[in-house]
């Protein structure tokens, strides 16, 4: 906090009663320090070492009042590991990690007492404050500037907490609460106010699903109030996609059984016109039977297109056994028949090949007669 307020107030002018006050908080931090430095050369005499390279210190051993807040403690996670590894050193060691669990745990939980603090505000300024000039706006953004500084306190002090614990205790179980926090992952609890993600691709940050560890400052009835909503939310989009993950699949059978009956369709369209001539029966036939092919090769390209994906998943559809060795063909060929269609094809093939030799043959008398006249 003394580092903060230095940071902070460096381009303004202090008066004497906050000159005072800053030294009077440095002088009580010094004080903790020395009363610190009394027993940490007790219990890790290895301390002493990296005291004398400190060059932070006084001739007496202390240091300056000015410098109390950059001091570093030298905990025992400062140590090499060579000297944490000592026996003399692991109940000391073991101290310092339950130290840092539990501060971790209260820095998490001040993130999101933060963070419900702010998404109150936002919601208080929406409906209150925005539209009343900018002097109430000016004050909401100071106060959210504000409590956003806290924020990012808790996430510091976060931060160094885990880095010790990866120190102390690599391969423990607090990693599987104590994630690594980004500064992306420090939102919530529901929608920013600039996100512009729909509510069906919007994911709550993992620190408000960790577990939780109720600290002084925060009860169960207070978080589970302000999560109520979010988790009511959050089950009605679960239970969306697990809809929609059920619905994807009979689309896709439906998809190809329309196209199954749309083909068979199509071949009992080729027979049922009876009153034109045979060329006209002809090309009916034929278009009937492209139309066919076409839908059954649309079918067959939504099967290969679909299965692939499925099988990535892990989903065995009902409808994947009959499509699993089709594939489309490249050209558009004459479709398979039955016996009976093509049968009568073939007799109204012939019948018109016997139309057309005959219509030849009387076009031939008609011109050899044309020429014996002209003769």
Not at 117 to 138: D, E, M
Not at 190 to 210: A, M, Q, Y
Not at 302 to 321: N, Q, R, S, Y
């Amino acid at each position: 906090m003394l580092k903060h307020e230095s940071t902070t107030t460096k381009s303004k002018r202090n008066t004497s009663k906050q000159q005072a006050d800053k030294q009077d908080k440095q002088t009580i931090l010094l004080r903790h320090i020395q009363m610190w430095r009394q027993s940490q050369l007790v219990y890790t005499p290895y301390a002493a070492t990296l005291l004398s390279e400190n060059t932070t210190l006084d001739d007496n051993g202390q240091p300056h009042p000015e410098t109390a807040s950059t001091t570093p403690l030298f905990l025992p996670s400062s140590f090499p590991a060579v000297i944490r590894a000592q026996d003399n050193m692991k109940t000391i060691c073991e101290m310092e990690r339950r130290l840092r669990e539990a501060q971790a745990d209260d820095a998490l939980a001040d993130i999101r007492r933060q963070r419900r603090v702010i998404q109150g505000l936002w919601q208080f300024k929406k409906i209150n404050v925005s539209g009343t000039g900018n002097r109430p706006n000016t004050r909401m953004l100071t106060l959210y500037n504000r409590i956003n500084v806290k924020v990012l306190r808790c996430a510091d002090r976060y931060r160094r907490a885990r880095a010790a614990l990866v120190t102390l205790d690599p391969n423990g179980q607090w990693q599987e609460r104590l994630k690594v926090l980004q500064n992306e992952d420090i939102r919530g609890p529901g929608k920013e106010p600039d996100d512009r993600s729909s509510n069906s691709r919007f994911e709550p940050s993992w620190i408000w699903l960790v577990s939780r560890v109720v600290s002084n400052g925060e009860t169960e009835d207070e978080f589970n109030e302000s999560m109520r909503v979010e988790w009511a939310k959050a089950r009605a989009r679960m239970m969306r996609w697990n809809e929609e993950y059920q619905i994807i699949q009979e689309e896709m059978r439906r998809v190809l059984a329309y196209m199954e009956w749309k083909a068979s369709w199509w071949e009992q369209q080729a027979t049922l016109r009876k009153d034109a001539s045979l060329e006209i029966l002809h090309g009916v036939v034929a278009y009937a039977y492209k139309q066919a092919y076409i839908a059954r090769q649309m079918a067959a390209r939504c099967a290969a297109a679909w299965l692939p994906e499925c099988v990535k998943l892990g989903l065995a559809p009902l409808w994947a056994a009959d499509w699993m060795e089709t594939e489309p063909e490249k050209n558009l060929s004459a479709m398979p028949m039955t016996g009976e269609e093509e049968r009568e094809v073939l007799s109204q093939e012939e019948n018109l090949d016997f139309e057309e030799e005959h219509s030849d043959e009387e076009n031939n008398r008609e011109i050899d007669d044309l020429f014996e006249y002209d003769d």
